[in-house]
């Protein structure tokens, strides 16, 4: 089987009515992200990070899969399939795709504020102050904040070196280390680009551009590589 490796990116959950702090007003749900998503606003005020994460995990539980997630599940049907993305929502996993590496942590998983690796399921939205681990350090979410390590960028990085077909969905590539990863795409391997706004990245060899949102360009993408 192909080895197809997609990246995706805010643009895709965006369409299941989840905003980012990619937003044209900078902000996050209307917060600055300096004060919700670093080690030091944690430190400052714990309350109001927990509280910020404990609403973004609610919108992504009250959230849906929508037709670009569905459409990629429906890859692996006649390819080897690895999902990568900067989401932090569930939608690809609710979707049907069974392989995802998520690269910024993923919400529905708390995690010890003490040691990054001790990670834990949650059933509810809410992750309470005075919930620890098992090392008696508060839970947090399982997110990656500016300023910590992306532990999945390497293991990303050597999987994009065996892509068969690359496909970018719904991302800017404004975001390091995730935007350097499709450097590591080997020259000769085609690379899908769905967005309604493609990013500038030129200097690449064999890339298809595919302008449109994700709800569109993907699910027709999908249906081209399936014929294939």
Known sequence: ??????????????????????????????????????????????QLVQDFYNMRRKDAMNAKPNA???ALAVLEEQYEVTIITQNIDDLHERAGSTNVIHLHGIITRAQSSLNAALTY?????????GEVCELGSQLRAHVVWFGEDVPMIEPSMRVCQQADIFILVGSSLAV????????????NVPKYIVDPNIPDINRLNNMIKIEEKATIGVPELVRRLMES
């Open 68 to 70: 670009a997630h569905y």
């Open 1 to 46: 089987m192909k080895k197809i490796v997609v990246l995706t990116g805010a643009g895709v959950s965006a369409e299941s009515g989840l905003r980012t702090f990619r937003d044209s007003d900078g902000l996050w749900e209307g917060y600055d992200i300096q004060e919700v998503a670093t080690p030091q606003a944690w430190q400052r005020n714990p």
């Open 176 to 187: 390091y280390p995730a935007a350097g990863l499709i450097n590591y795409v080997p020259n």
């Open 121 to 129: 399921p949650m059933e509810g939205w809410e992750l309470k102050m």
